[in-house]
């Protein structure tokens, strides 16, 4: 089979950004979202859910809880939901449009078209997509939380973020789909993270671009769970990695602006969509993908691809890399035949050890450029 990139999921890029305000969104009903709901708002609208168009309904949120695809049967896993409590979901039902506005400020940057608001079962929800309702885990915590309503329609956007230093290399799939073709790239893999680089990350990453044109190196910026790296550090260091290790020309280098979900499983397949949507034909699915302490197991991630073959986006599944000394180089489970006791890893709590001593980690574990900006950094983990 050769490779190719991929149409966007659904066969449409939804664009739901319009360029002037017609409507007179001043005297709208007007909801308050907060900033991680914007970030989602805006990725509907530039269509990095595609084919989402909104927030979904009623039926296509009961069909992703039970079975993981849309009411047409597409594939998507993670609902995209907006929530209301008991008084605003009254003042919404029967208003056609509402104006959708930062929890921070004034300003309103959307409408919504309101087509429909219902309530929804939090539990099964979260067993679902959680696959467990234990309040401990992050993901189910958030839901538990969520007000008692929802509320599906379309959006439409007329104001797009504020630009910051964050959001410098933020790209829309239409620009990474042009920049695909300026290339001329018939395969394109993508690679998700929310982790500082280690060298073990780069010689995986580089595996993929023996086999590949090109390579997306797609960190997730937005909310994360305590003890994660913070966004600003994941953002210099990789920069740094990429500024001094790769050749520019094979990668692109570009942020997505959602928040990890620890939805294990059904999150990589959710994250391969929003790869698939910026054009990516293939994309590495770690051990544990956006897994949370023992809530998934180790390759469930790679399990649930078998149910999704339809999804047209390839899933590679690289063994993790580490360095053995035996081999005296980078190996995987794969290659190398030497035992645990050869091997070398900056395991999170090797991390941690590094950035209170202050102490360089071994060159061929971490590249010092790297290195230097962790343990220059203020407070490296989110608190
Ligand atoms: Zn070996």
New binding site residues.
Partial sequence: MTDSIPSPHGNKLIDRFVVSDKKNMQDMYTLQVSNELRNDIENIADGIFSPLEGFVGDDDFQSIVKRGRLSNGLAWTVPIILDADEQEARNIKDTGEIALAAADGEEKFAILHVEEVYPFDKIACAKSIYQTDDIKHPGVEKMVNMKDRLIGGRVDVIKRIKQSPLRKYRMTPAQTRAEISRKGWKSLVGFQTRNVPHVAHEMLQKAALNLYDGLLVNPLIGKKKQGDFKDELILSTYLALIDSYYPKEMVMFVTLHTDMRYAGPKEAIHHAIMRKNFGCSHFIVGRDHAGVGKYYHPFAAHEIFKDYTDLEIQPLFFPAFYY????L?Y?NER????GPE??EELSGTNMRKIVGSGEMPPIHLMRPEVAKIIVSFNEPFVV
Avoid at 324 to 327: S, T
Avoid at 335 to 338: T, V
């Fill in positions: 053995c000394k035996k081999c180089m190996s290659n190398c035949p030497h050869y091997r």
